[in-house]
């Protein structure tokens, strides 16, 4: 197994295998106990005790020990580990820095609360060696020692002060904290420990309790994912079945038509033939007439007049008024009604999927809460007369203008802020107002509305709070809302869907619908908040 000859490496330079009983010769290097005893053995047949690697010779021999470190690595080896080459004892990132290494920074193993400090393997060896360390405490390496150490005294924190909940040093007892009720720290975490018990049990309920909602919740969405596939099926059944009726219907009217035609025509043109027969006959008769009109022979002319007089003279037939074109108009007018039909229908169709879409809503504060999202104002925003606190969750309107530095997508004409997060999924979120009138909107971002108040654009809606009445303002049209408001307002957000809902909140946790906006939205929205003069906006969770 090869691997770096460097000083501290971990392999035996005799046997050239992983250190077994370590220990440490006073030059610094270590080798297996029984492979340095047994080279010695043979090098003390000439009177010498010299180390195999720097040839630094001992007189008398040295009396060896157990380096307990090293020891401790080679157990750790030996359930899965394997040795390191100081190339990764090097600091990492996030790792802690050995105090004493001077040339090369090592990473540091352990901290001690008496020193103070911190030690890589190679100078920790001394507090298991050296009897002046014996009552030092060693401790898992750490960043924050200092927070184990008094800062006025810079003594190790050992004492708990219940009157003050702090941890102290000794000398802080018989100082500022002399009288107050202060016991060991152990003693402290023993007590605190022992309560540990009811919290975990009370963790184990809520772990319980949200694990049968996760199974009722798994349970629904099962329930609805059957229902589901029962309505698509039901509607793909009954649209299918309308198309293959309205199919079928549509052959049989055309059938229909066109057999009325063919019928139509063929007494049409059975008529056609008679009355070219009939004028046949006429212009016949009209010729014999005109032939005998023109002979100079009277007594001719009387034997052949009566056939002419006895002949017929032609009636207007009485099919002569039959109508091709009436039969069809019927059809065209029912057509017409059942158009008018079929649009009812997909009226009614419309009113189910509005239906639809309007259960997709929440109903309750705690369905709602499930959206819940964690918002924060952005300074960069605010208007100058806008102070933002609480953690970047509150604004209110001071008299004083802010020396805000310039930011480009700062409100420099409008009492307006925007929070940092941009939504574009589901969300909702609460607010409590205060004062004379505020605003809540949401808005595109870089929609230029510096130069524009909150719903005055189509790039952003908002509903005007005020203790006179509620307003919904978008693309500076102006709805009333005759719904009265509460101190505290609920947003819901359905991004995809296109569904913007308004909330007023009651003490209670009621949910009352203000105002509910569908669109499509193109972009992230991000909340926003109009104050007046007077007036505050809080972010609370729901």
Known sequence: MAESAAPDSLFCSVCLEVLKNPATLPCGHSYCMDCINSYWNQEEQRGACICPQCRQKFCPRPVLNKNTVLADLMVNMAEGGRPTSPEKNEVGSGDVECDFCTVRKLKAVKSCLVCLASYCATHLQPHYESAAFKRHKLVEVS??????????????????????????????????????????????????????GMKKQKFQQGIQERGKQLRQLKQKMKALQSSRDAALDQNEKAYAEMVMMADKR??????????????????????????????S??????????????????????????????????QASSDFNIQLHTPFDFVTKAISELKGKMELMAKDIEQISEKIKIDQDPKTREEFSMYACSLSLDPNTAFENLWISEGNNKVTWIKRAQKYPYHPERFLKYDQVLCCEG??????????????????????????????????????????????GCHFWHNGIKTRVPTPCSSTVGVYLDHKAGILSFYSVSESGQMMLLHRVRSEFSQPLFPGFMVSRGASVRIKAP
């Open 250 to 279: 549509r052959a049989e009217m055309k059938e229909l038509i066109v057999e009325k035609e063919k019928a139509a025509v063929s007494r049409a043109e059975a008529f056609m033939d008679r009355l070219g027969r009939e004028i």
């Open 423 to 468: 939504l574009s999924g589901h969300g909702y979120w609460e607010v409590e107002w205060k004062g004379p009138r505020a605003e809540v909107a949401v808005c595109y971002k870089g929609a230029k509305l510096e130069e524009s108040c909150f719903g005055y654009n189509d790039q952003s809606w908002s509903i005007s709070l005020s203790n006179s």
């Open 281 to 314: 006959d006429l212009r016949r008769r009209e010729d014999e007439i005109n032939q005998l009109t023109l002979t100079e022979d009277h007594i001719y002319f009387l034997q052949h007049c009566k056939p002419i007089f006895d002949c017929t003279e032609p």
């Open 143 to 196: 960043t924050s020692i200092q927070e184990k150490i008094c800062s006025k005294h810079d003594k190790l924190l050992e004492v708990y002060c219940r009157t003050d909940d702090q941890c102290i040093c000794l000398l802080c007892v018989i100082d500022e904290h002399k009288g107050h009720d202060t016991v060991s720290a152990a003693g402290e975490r023993e007590e605190k420990q022992g309560k540990f």
